[in-house]
């Protein structure tokens, strides 16, 4: 004998809920900023060992 499915609740109630008030449909990419041309990575770090894990 197979036992009970179990329902979930909290899927039940996502997939009922309406969609948030912050989303806007549509396919365009959000506007990002452009690297910051003044950033030149300086060697305080260049000694540092990487640790494998």
């Not at 309406?18 to 900023?33: H, K, L, N, R």
């Amino acid at each position: 004998m197979l036992p009970e499915i179990l329902e979930d609740l909290y899927v039940e109630v996502a997939l009922q809920a309406p969609p948030s008030p912050d989303y806007i449909p549509g396919f365009e990419e959000p506007e990002q900023a452009p690297p910051s041309p003044d950033y030149v990575p300086g060697p305080e770090h260049a000694d540092d060992k990487i640790v494998a894990e």
